[in-house]
């Protein structure tokens, strides 16, 4: 079947209508009424018939009815979208029952994949882990009492995000075997960076590569300097970083 719809993206949208304490304005001028941001750009490009990656941290809600305004925001937006989890998607505690509480229009990916028409997406959260830190591309400074600082990886921190990092290789293994092999664009949801700076390899890169990965987004970069290099290509998938912020608010189109 050939695909007419067009394919977006962004992600960390932050959204915090049910939990109107956390919003995002203290990170600087830049976050202030980011929503509007949000709402302006995508329905300037986006249809009905098209399909949106969000590569999580969706909400900053806890409990069902503090996401449920987050997720209907999302809902009224115009396409079909598909949500992967991010570290401050806390509310995500139960695949089954995140799925009863999803409007129509929103699917996630956990331990699975979603296909539509001649698309197939797979994905995961992945996990901090000391080689995939982009901290020199990330501007540091205090904003408003809100010191955005370095993850200290103490022995015990290494241990402990280690086996988490592990669990989160064996979901994306599991959600790539489920990818459908004939579909014609193959696309990955990570909210994490999974290549490092450096663009070596590693446990990632190399299930990426095995299974022909088209393209790669992710996000949980926030504060990043415009030339951060976070877009690019290795070993035939284009990486993308889709933080909202880093995109001014502004969807890309993918396919």
């Not at 995140?98 to 129509?104: D, E, G």
Request: aromatic fraction near 10%; proline fraction near 6%; hydrophobic fraction near 35%.
């Amino acid at each position: 079947m050939i695909s007419f719809m067009t394919v977006w993206t962004i992600s960390d949208l932050h959204l915090s209508f049910g939990t109107p304490n956390k919003n995002m304005d203290v990170f600087g001028d830049k976050w202030k009424n980011h929503p509007d941001k949000i709402k302006a750009n995508w329905e300037k490009v986006i249809k009905d018939d098209d399909l949106v990656l969000i590569a999580g941290d969706v909400s900053w809600g806890l409990k069902p009815e503090e996401v449920l305004p987050d997720l209907e925001w999302i809902d009224a937006l115009p396409g079909t979208k598909v949500i992967s989890k991010g570290n401050h998607d806390l509310w995500w505690k139960s695949s089954t029952k995140v799925r009863k509480l999803l409007p129509p229009s929103l699917h996630i990916i956990h331990n699975d994949a979603f296909t539509m028409d001649d698309i197939t997406i797979g994905g995961t959260r992945l996990w901090d882990h000391p080689d995939l830190n982009y901290y020199q591309f990330i501007d540091m400074k205090e904003i408003d009492g809100v010191n955005i600082k370095k993850k200290e990886y103490s022995e015990k921190e290494i241990k402990h995000d280690g086996k988490i990092f592990k669990n989160e290789l064996d979901r994306l293994a599991r959600s790539l075997d489920a990818m459908d092999r004939g579909a014609k664009h193959r696309i990955l949801m990570i909210h994490y960076p999974p290549i490092p700076p450096d663009r070596s390899d590693n446990e990632f890169s190399r299930l990426i590569k095995d299974a022909e990965i088209e393209i790669c987004i992710y996000g949980h970069l926030h504060n990043l300097f415009p030339d951060a290099p976070v877009n690019f290509e290795k070993d035939g998938t284009k990486y993308i970083c889709t933080a909202c912020d880093f995109l001014n608010f502004e969807p890309v189109k993918l396919l």
